[in-house]
Structure formats: structure tokens, C-alpha cells
């Protein structure tokens, strides 16, 4: 089974070589890795270069704007793996982390994607060493994506809804369109595309799955300023809100949009306030923007759920068009770390500090 590793970068040359680093060393081989470097990025571009003179599996392009989808969309036109892997630029891959995917591959004709822990590494113990989740990857009632991935799961392999990016594989067959939904760019590290592919395997009958076993150390590098989302005032979080309700119409059920959108107006959170935090971040940051805040990201709200809902009627025709998919198999693990190499602590002594 052949597998391709697809790599967006900007400005962490440090990154770019720890992973291309442990990519590099896996126990089973990849056919196939490709490096999309950023717009105006000459240093990284450099350092991919200089690992391709050494690696014949590495092919390196420049992404035309400064934005993930766009680069993963750049790198699976061009994969021609099965099995298309998407890692981040400041992860770090055990030995074995090819082989966890080719074993569960080859054992579960209908896993459609594949994914795993990332274990943080920011120095900070909560986040460091969190306990284990109950739920991890989930579509909660509410309509509210519960992730935790960084967590791990109490039951593990688990079905779940969405896996997170950094440690992200799918089957090609299980995602024909491999694309991205082109609606989700704007620039930075855009939130959604990881919703966009699980929600469409699924939709072909296949499952999802979320392995603790299978983990990356994720050094969480720190994004471009236009990307920033320490700022609650940045354009960041009202595309995020534009992804999240795009998402939601898109994939989710009426219900779940509405009281997604209802609990993100009235109550909302630290960094998207509603109505209540609005409120309560008065205090803290003396403006009053802060109370203008719940009706802009409601009016972007209105207008992700609206595009979302003509994308989603797209698929449906699709749907009905085509001859009706069999019906989606009960999930059961067929593999194990038996057949897909020795367990790895992440602090095993190849592990870089």
C-alpha cells in the first residue's frame, strides 16, 4: 500500500526539518512525501530543497497564496498515494508511525480515515498530560465539535466523527473528490478542513478512526500574525465562525445548526463571545466593541449556515443521482500494535526534547 505524506509550511525551518527528519526514518518506507512551501517563504523553500537533494520520495512546490486549505489542496493534486497523509510542520513521527498506518489500512477495507494523539509538548503540564477524554472527535448535541484529541481516548481505537489535522490519513477511494471545500480559505491555518473530508467518508460509507497508539509529538510552533488568535478582535475568529456554520449546514442536522448558532449568540465563549461573554469580557477589556461582537459573528454566522446549506443541497442531488451506497459497516478494530510495531513511549530516547 502505497502511502503519501503531504506537508504545509511556513516560517518554522526548525520544524520542517525535525519532521521531514523522522519521516525520513520510519521503519516502512513512504513512497511519497510533498513539502508545499508558503508564498514568500525563501527559507524553508531552501531547507526543502536541500532534504530533497537527499530524498528522491520528496517533491517540493510553493503554495500561490498564504493558506493551508489552498496548500493541501496544491498537495493532493499532486499525491499519488492510496492512502493520503496530512501531518503538520511541527509535529515529530515515532518510528512506527507508517507502519500503524499501513497495518490499519490493509486490515479494514472500509476504514475511510485515520488518526491519532498529539501528544503536546508546550512545558505546560495540563496540556502536556491532560487525562484521558470520554469523548474525543464528536459532534456533540448542540452541534458543538468536542475534539480532545490532544487528550487521547479512555477507549481506544474509537469511532469518531473528526480527527484532528496534524495527524491526519485517509483512504483515497473513500474521498474521490480530493479536494477541500474551497469555500473554507482565507488565509493562516483555517478551521473546517478536517470536518470537510471525515464528514464526506463517512457520507461514502465509510468509518472514521481515532487510535492513541498512533501519536505525533506536536510542538505547536506560533502562527503568523495574520493568523493570531491570542486577539479577540482579530478577523481570525469571524472566519473560524464562518467555517464552523459552513460546516455544520453542510454536514450536520437543521437542529444542530440552530441551537449551534442559538448557544453561539446568547452564550458563546472566551474567544467568540455571545451575548453573556460579551458581557462578562467588558470588564477585562474597557470597550465597547466587546458588546458589538455577538451580533458581527452572528451576521457571519447567518452567512456561513446560508452557504453551507447550498453546498449541502449540491450533495444531496449528487446523492440522488448516484446509485445508493450500502449501508456503513458496525465499527469493529481489526488491528493492533502487534501487527503494526512496538509500542513507543514518547519520551523513548529518539523522541527530540
Not at 203 to 208: C, E, I, Q, S
Not at 237 to 265: D, H, I, P, Q
Amino acid at each position: 500500500m502505497n502511502i503519501s505524506i503531504i506537508i504545509p509550511t511556513y516560517c518554522r525551518t526548525q520544524d520542517l526539518r525535525r519532521v521531514l527528519d523522522s519521516v525520513f526514518r520510519q521503519h516502512t518506507p513512504v513512497a511519497e512525501v510533498v513539502v508545499v512551501v508558503g508564498p514568500g517563504d525563501a527559507e524553508s523553500l531552501a531547507v526543502a530543497k536541500e532534504w530533497q537533494a537527499k530524498q528522491s520520495a520528496l517533491l517540493v512546490v510553493q503554495a500561490e497564496r498564504p493558506s493551508v486549505v489552498h496548500a493541501i489542496n496544491r498537495g493532493l493534486a499532486l499525491a499519488t498515494g492510496e492512502v493520503l497523509c496530512l501531518l503538520d510542520d511541527d509535529v515529530w513521527l515515532p518510528e512506527t508511525w507508517a507502519g500503524r498506518v499501513t497495518a490499519a489500512y490493509t486490515a479494514d477495507a472500509q476504514l475511510g480515515a485515520f488518526g491519532g494523539r498529539d501528544r503536546l509538548k508546550l512545558n505546560q503540564p495540563d496540556c502536556d498530560n491532560p487525562p484521558l477524554a470520554k469523548v474525543v472527535g464528536r459532534f456533540r448535541w448542540n452541534g458543538a465539535l468536542q475534539g480532545n484529541h490532544h487528550c487521547g481516548a479512555v477507549v481506544s481505537p474509537v469511532q469518531v466523527d473528526v480527527i484532528k489535522g496534524c495527524n491526519f490519513s485517509f483512504r483515497r477511494a473513500a474521498f474521490p473528490a480530493m479536494q477541500v471545500e474551497p469555500a473554507l480559505e482565507s488565509q493562516g491555518a483555517e478551521v473546517g478542513w478536517e470536518v470537510d473530508i471525515c464528514q464526506r467518508v463517512i457520507r461514502a460509507g465509510y468509518h472514521v478512526v481515532y487510535d492513541n497508539e498512533h501519536y505525533v509529538l506536536h510542538y505547536a510552533s506560533p502562527r503568523p500574525e495574520y493568523d493570531d488568535r491570542s486577539n479577540l478582535f482579530s478577523a481570525a475568529w469571524g472566519k473560524r465562525t464562518y467555517n464552523e456554520s459552513l460546516m455544520t449546514a453542510k454536514y450536520r442536522s437543521r437542529r444542530e445548526l440552530v441551537l449551534l448558532g442559538l448557544g453561539s449568540f446568547l452564550i458563546g465563549s472566551r474567544v467568540q463571545p455571545g451575548l453573556v461573554w460579551g458581557t462578562l469580557l467588558l470588564a477585562k477589556h474597557r470597550s465597547l466593541r466587546v458588546l458589538g461582537l455577538p451580533w458581527h459573528y452572528a451576521r457571519i454566522f447567518v452567512q456561513g449556515a446560508s452557504h453551507g446549506l447550498r453546498l449541502r443541497q449540491s450533495l444531496d442531488d449528487d446523492a440522488r443521482r448516484a446509485a445508493p451506497a450500502a449501508q456503513a459497516p458496525v465499527f469493529s478494530p481489526q488491528y493492533s500494535a502487534a501487527n503494526s510495531g512496538a509500542h513507543e513511549h514518547p519520551e523513548s530516547p529518539q523522541a527530540p526534547r
